[in-house]
Structures are given as structure tokens and as C-alpha cells.
């Protein structure tokens, strides 16, 4: 009776090779790489955002909501059509199976 050492064997190897391929994460926590990190001598810049006139963000926010309902109604059209058709096949199939 074979038992398949062979390829218990071989998978191990595998694994071995793959682990010595993989890059060690000791170094990461050895080292010092992490001062940077809490350091207090970090520039902190602000980001530059565009100014927009109040009447002009009025406007875009209104686009937006436009958009956003037009999606939301294809949505529900898109929906109620799947309903109809899964009602549509499970009243077939019922009328079938009788």
C-alpha cells in the first residue's frame, strides 16, 4: 500500500522554498524604521482647495441631487422589472408543475 509520501514530501519542499523566498519582517522591528513616524518635525501642509462662490456650489449641489435622483429612479425601474419577471417565471413554473 503507498501512503503518498512522496508527495507529502514534496509539499513540504515546496513550502520550504516558498517560505525563503518570502522577505523577512524582522527588520521592520529590529531596525529603527519607525521614528519617523511620532516624530514632531513633520511638515504638516494643508491641502489647497479650490474655493467656489456660495450661488456657484448652490448650483453643482443641485446637479449632483439631479444626478442622484435620476439614478435612484432608474434603480427602482430596474428593480420592479426584475420583480415582475421573477413573479412572472415562479407563476409559470407553478402553473407547469400542476
Known sequence: ???GA????DMNNRMKQNRA???SNRPKF???NRDGIYSTNKKT????????PEKE???IKKRI???AEKEQRKERLI???FIVFGLISVIGILIWLK
Open 1 to 3: 500500500m503507498a501512503f
Open 6 to 9: 512522496g508527495h507529502v514530501q
Open 21 to 23: 523566498q518570502r522577505p
Open 30 to 32: 529590529k531596525e529603527n
Open 45 to 52: 501642509e494643508r491641502s489647497n482647495f479650490k474655493t467656489v
Open 57 to 59: 456650489l448652490t448650483e
Open 65 to 67: 441631487r439631479k444626478r
Open 79 to 81: 428593480f420592479g422589472v
